[in-house]
């Protein structure tokens, strides 16, 4: 099992940026495929981006191919999710999550961190 700890949420106006992080405690993300997803108010879970943290591109949900980019940090054993051009419709709960197979469900979920872009 690993644990995983998200930080970098806030509050931001549109058209800015924040970085999210995704940190595991007590082991390496080594092995490991590791997205991020969000879920806004009142709507399903969705994708927005993953990456195998040994080797491979990064996958987006179109809604953020563009404007997101997803990244690991070996150096602080972390996966950055860099977000520009935030848009009110980003406005949720960013959730990091690991899975150990190449398909199939994630195995374990962070807390989240709030995301809000304000209009």
């Known amino acids: 099992q690993v644990q995983l700890v998200e930080s970098g949420g806030g509050l931001v106006q549109a058209g800015g940026s924040l970085r999210l992080s995704c940190a595991a405690s007590g082991r390496s993300f080594s092995g490991l495929t590791v997205a991020w997803f969000r879920q806004a108010p009142g709507k399903e879970r969705e994708f927005v981006a993953r990456?195998?943290?040994?080797?491979?591109?990064?996958y987006y949900a179109d809604s953020v191919k563009g404007r997101f980019t997803i990244s690991r940090d070996i150096a602080k054993n972390t996966v950055p999710l860099q977000m520009n051009n935030l848009k009110p419709e980003d406005t949720a709960v960013y959730y990091c999550a690991t899975r150990s197979a190449t398909f199939g469900p994630y195995d374990d979920w962070g807390q989240g961190t709030q995301v809000t872009v304000s209009s």
């Open positions: 990456i195998s943290w040994s080797i491979g591109p990064a």
